[in-house]
């Protein structure tokens, strides 16, 4: 998806940041971890950087890039299922014209996983007959996946390969910098693998405003640092920008039917897309309330969109949208209009619908074109 541009004017009006402009998140463990990382980083034999694929640039940790060009390496965009697909091949042809091996996965599939290990094993091939122990390191900026992949690593090569001792999973959360420091896991003997697991780092300062914004919409910036209504606002700010509302036009069409008839045919299906992981399981009817929630958000953005008189290339108009959109949106989540916090639980909600896919697949990094670099 393109449209960047009047969100990106719109936003250096905006005051998002409240230290010129850069987003600052560098709590002590980053250092040190960094440090650990770089002095690995010398005895690794092959690297997979995980990224977000939905932020397949912004989400590259750019202090650690001169390293990385000169190891052997696979971009692993991971989420794929969050990101869209018809956009994904784009991504793996802009990499592959630069000679990067990109791979999309989801680190919660097994077979995912597998064609990502194939590849490592193809890739080490040559290195594995001549060496008794390698090291395959697995990094990337904070909330990429990173644990849930060496978990399921760990699966697979308890099924692949005897295992002498038993190795903890890596701890998996929703927040940026559950790992703290930096574990070994032997996957395979003959020769011996190990994949070190590392603490997600970011840099110390993030200059580029956007590049900031979409980390943080995408959970590798606590929401603390930039503010859950300011990452709110810029998720509208894209959306409205792009377009994307008015793809849901057909629920403004049918607003009097029960969005619901869709989902009877196939509730199971429905209720495992719907149940966020690591939470409890979702029966059909709670299912079925998240999912007309998601289809008025939808219907409401769409509708306020459409009616929309303004440009969205003028900052002002924009701004006046959003702040309708606001308002439009604590009706649709029934959040009560006194409650003190309004503004707060409706980015909260709002966000939470985008992060676990259920406004939709997105790909907020616009595809470069082929003669840019690549990180």
């Known amino acids: ?24 998140w560098y709590p002590g463990h980053m250092a040190a971890a960094t440090r650990a990382i770089r002095q690995r980083l010398k005895l690794s034999d092959f690297v997979i950087e995980v990224r977000d694929a939905r932020i397949p640039l912004s989400s590259a940790n750019e202090d650690l890039q001169p390293m990385l060009s000169g190891k052997r390496r696979v971009i692993a965009l991971n989420k794929q299922d ?23 996965i989801n680190a919660h599939s097994r077979s995912s996983v597998h064609k990502l290990l194939d590849l490592v094993e193809f890739k080490l091939k040559e290195v594995m007959a001549r060496e008794p122990t390698l090291l395959v390191m697995v990094l990337g900026v904070p909330n990429v996946g990173k644990s849930a992949l060496i978990n399921s690593i760990h699966q697979i090569a308890l099924s692949r390969f005897p295992v002498q001792e038993k190795m903890k999973k890596a701890r998996v959360g929703p927040l940026p910098g559950v790992t703290q420091d930096i574990a070994g896991f032997k996957i395979a003997h003959r020769p011996s693998v190990y994949v070190l697991d590392s603490p997600g780092v970011l840099v110390p300062s993030i200059p580029d405003i956007e590049t900031g914004l979409k980390l ?16 709110a606002q810029y998720l509208l700010a894209v959306l409205n920008t792009r377009g994307t509302p008015l793809q849901w036009k057909h629920l403004v069409d049918r607003e009097t039917e029960d969005p619901r008839h869709e989902l009877e045919n196939k509730p199971e299906s429905v209720i495992k897309d719907l149940q966020n992981k690591g939470k409890k399981p979702m029966n059909k009817s709670n299912a079925y309330r998240v999912q007309d929630m998601v289809s008025e958000v939808q219907r409401t953005l769409c509708i306020t969109l459409s009616e ?8 002002s108009d924009l701004e006046i949208l959003i702040e309708h959109q606001f308002e439009a949106l604590q009706k649709a989540l029934k959040i009560p209009h006194k409650a003190s916090e309004a503004r707060i639980m409706v980015s909260k909600k709002f966000l939470t619908l985008f992060r676990t896919g259920k406004l939709g697949p997105v790909i907020l990094d616009d595809v470069p074109d082929a003669s840019d670099s690549v990180s």
Request: charged content about 20%; proline content about 1%.
């Open 1 to 24: 998806m393109g449209g960047g541009g009047a969100a990106k004017g719109w936003l250096g009006q905006m005051g998002f940041t409240k230290s010129g402009g850069s987003i600052n």
């Open 82 to 104: 969050l990101a869209n697909r018809n956009l994904m091949h784009k991504w793996v042809s802009y990499f592959n014209s630069h000679k990067q091996e990109c791979l999309p």
């Open 216 to 231: 943080a919409l995408a959970g590798s910036v606590k929401d603390s640092v930039v503010g859950e209504e300011r990452i």
């Open 308 to 315: 929309f008189s303004g440009s969205l290339e003028d900052e």
